[in-house]
């Protein structure tokens, strides 16, 4: 089992920045994680991902502004978010998956939420033009 815990969003202005956290506990050895995020009436969707060797993987979307620093304090994943724009507001989700052994989906392309099983409850980030 994996509980994630998602903190550091709020309220900024458009050319802000903010770094979101998602405590893990249990076993996240080898696990893949990945930043999800929601807009009102929207899919979710992939932002960013990780493997346990430190690949990374950044959507278009936020390519060039958004990164998972590889430094992750220990079962803690961030997300550094630079140069927000009003179309980044929506709730911000930590996810992980255990079962692909080190082989993360985001290898293959963009994450996707039924790749894996286990959420956090979500941090809203808001921005304001």
């Known amino acids: 089992q994996v509980q994630l815990v998602e903190s550091g969003g709020g309220s900024v202005q458009a050319g802000g920045s903010l770094r979101l956290s998602c405590a893990a506990s249990?076993?996240?050895?080898?696990?893949?994680m990945a930043w999800f995020r929601q807009a009102p009436g929207k899919e979710r969707v992939g932002v960013a991902a990780?493997?346990?060797?430190?690949?990374?993987r950044n959507e278009d979307s936020v390519k060039g502004r958004f990164t998972i620093p590889k430094a992750n304090a220990k079962n803690t994943l961030y997300l550094q978010m630079n140069s927000l724009k009003p179309e980044d507001t929506a709730m911000y989700y930590c996810?992980?998956?255990?079962?692909?052994?080190?082989?993360?989906?985001?290898?293959?392309?963009?994450?996707?939420?039924?790749?894996?099983?286990?959420w956090g409850k979500g941090t809203q980030v808001t921005v304001s033009s």
């Open positions: 990780i493997d346990s060797e430190g690949v990374t």
């Open positions: 249990g076993y996240t050895s080898r696990a893949c």
């Open positions: 996810a992980a998956e255990l079962k692909y052994g080190g082989s993360c989906p985001h290898a293959a392309g963009e994450s996707l939420p039924d790749e894996y099983r286990y």
